[in-house]
């Protein structure tokens, strides 16, 4: 055969398995809108994601803050009935408990003050667990 009969076989065979790749990408490029309309399509939709998220830590309930109010009362720091509002006179006793127990005296509600008061998590405030020695993998402990 000749060097001609060999490059026109060639460039067939290149041709034939570039054809689907080629065919592939025309469709799909012609199934997507157009980089301007696309580009309004998803800043349209991030701008009702950022509206329906939610940010910060919601606010106590008026059940959670009489709840907080009367573990106040027990431990002295608050004489009065809970309410269930978050007014002056628990902030003042919020501060003086948290000044009380060696804790930054900001009257607001922390982990580490809900959990002096009894109210808290076994796990709030404190940082991530850390292995221990016995955490040792299985293969290697049952290699022996």
Do not use: C, Y
């Amino acid at each position: 055969m000749t060097n001609k009969t060999w490059l026109s076989i060639l460039g067939a065979v290149l041709l034939v398995s570039a054809a689907p790749v080629v065919s592939t990408a025309w469709a799909s490029a012609a199934a997507q809108p157009s980089a301007k309309k696309k580009k309004n399509i998803s800043s349209k939709s991030k701008s009702k994601k950022k509206a329906a998220k939610v940010k910060g830590q919601m606010a106590p309930t008026p059940d959670r803050i009489r709840e907080i109010q009367t573990a106040l009362n027990r431990e002295g720091a608050l004489n009065s009935e809970p309410t269930g509002k978050w007014d002056d006179a628990t902030t003042d006793a919020m501060r003086k408990f948290q000044e009380n127990h060696g804790l930054n005296p900001t009257g607001k509600i922390d982990a580490g003050t809900l959990n002096k008061l009894g109210l808290g998590s076994d796990t709030a405030g404190k940082g991530a667990p850390t292995p221990t020695a016995s955490s040792a993998t299985p293969s290697a402990t049952s290699a022996h």
